[in-house]
């Protein structure tokens, strides 16, 4: 009897249902729900995961510092009208931590910070601090996809399978990106396989891909670079012959230029290799205007630089 009435029900639906409904069911017609985040490696994290049914709002735009950056007040009413707050944490954001707790405890809505969900044995820190920037390392920035992830899914499970498939999807573009940033540090000899930048935004990459790094200006872009950090990066530079050292789409040139010019001096001629994102991404609709395309933008003008190509 049962059976029967199962079996009459599976007929009814199959009858009554288009055949793309399973695939659709979840989608949204219109943006249902609000996200903020603060920098462009979370928003656009966020925009593939929550699909038709996120708007996302980045606060920092290409070329902002989120070490420096401070909450305006039209940043505080983005907070307040905002559904769901992603950030980095791990101190990315120094300046803000503040309003997050503040708009966490008097809204109760989430806020979230997704660098938080990698486990702390895999966790890197510099000078007291923990280093902030996880999305250096894909496969670490999966771990901030899955926060993402199952945040939306747990305050709007409507659409959970439909931000599950996004999610699957989405790493699955993230695994194979991973592959290619291993496969073309590894085209780099081993000597030159060296990358001087002006802030330590690296040290993920660096562990992850089997580059050393060496940033004179250290984890923030607070922090002074002094004469003999200077005279140190040269002597690096000259001894192991280094072709080129880049600069950050974030962070003031100058000491990039020093660098350069006092390597010169010592008759050997380093050159700017290109401008890498570090924390910020490239301009809307472009390539690097993307996580994926940041991180592959990046990789590869690190290799033909330290090709000397
Ligand atoms: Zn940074």
């Known amino acids: 009897m049962v059976r029967a009435a199962v079996m009459a029900l599976a007929v009814f639906m199959l009858l009554v249902l288009p055949a ?8 949204c017609a219109a943006p249902e729900i609000n996200v903020l985040a603060t920098v462009g490696m979370i928003a656009d994290v966020a925009a593939n995961i929550g699909g038709t049914c996120v708007e996302v709002r980045a606060l920092m735009g290409p070329g902002v510092d989120p070490h420096l950056y401070s909450a305006t007040e039209r940043d505080v009413e983005y907070l307040f009208d905002a559904d769901v707050i992603f950030y980095g944490g ?6 803000m931590i503040d309003v997050f707790e503040q708009v966490r405890e008097g809204l109760h809505k989430p806020v979230v910070a997704v660098s938080e969900r990698v486990p702390e044995e895999l966790r890197l820190s510099a000078d007291d601090y923990p280093d902030p920037h996880v999305w250096m390392d894909v496969s670490l920035w999966m771990s901030a996809a ?11 499970p409507a659409h959970a399978d439909y931000f599950r498939a996004n999610t699957d999807a989405y790493l699955a573009q993230m695994s194979e990106l991973d592959q290619y940033v291993r496969d073309q540090i590894a085209r780099i000899p081993e000597e030159q396989r060296l990358l001087v930048t002006a802030h330590d935004a690296f040290q993920y990459f660096s562990r992850a891909y089997g ?5 004179p200006q250290g984890i923030s872009t607070q922090a002074e670079v002094g004469v003999q950090d200077i005279r140190d990066t040269i002597r690096l530079l000259v001894e192991r012959r280094i072709p080129a050292i880049f600069v950050e789409t974030s962070v ?4 990039i230029e020093a660098i350069i010019a006092g390597a010169g001096a010592q008759g050997h001629a380093v050159t700017i290799g290109g401008s890498l994102f570090s924390d910020a991404m490239g ?19 690190i290799v033909s630089g330290l090709l000397g190509e």
């Open 146 to 156: 899955e926060e993402i992830r199952d945040t939306l899914v747990t305050y709007y």
């Open 211 to 215: 580059i050393e790094v060496y940033a």
């Open 20 to 27: 793309d409904a399973q695939s659709s069911v979840d989608e």
């Open 283 to 301: 301009d809307a609709g472009t390539p690097e205007g993307t996580y994926l395309g940041m991180i592959r933008a990046n990789t590869d003008t």
């Open 90 to 95: 791990l101190h990315l954001e120094a300046r």
């Open 252 to 255: 003031s040139p100058d000491v």
